[in-house]
């Protein structure tokens, strides 16, 4: 929220080499590398239009 705040984007990326970052962040293995945070503002069309998403009538299961 303290980045919103400050007019910042947050992007939490997921799927990168954290044995990678781990070891070239913190060599002496005391700390592990779970995600990254790309921080930063955001490009004039940096915004895509959601994609469609199922209603609750086709994923919802009722007697």
């Known amino acids: 929220m303290g ?3 400050a007019g910042l984007a947050a992007g939490p990326m997921a ?3 954290a044995a990678g970052v781990t070891g070239e962040f913190f060599p002496d293995g005391r700390h592990e590398a779970l995600l990254l945070l790309n921080l930063g503002r955001p ?3 940096a915004w895509e239009p959601r994609l469609p998403r199922l209603s609750t009538e086709e994923v919802v299961w009722t007697r």
């Open 3 to 5: 980045v919103r705040a």
């Open 15 to 17: 799927g990168f080499d």
């Open 43 to 45: 490009g004039p069309d």
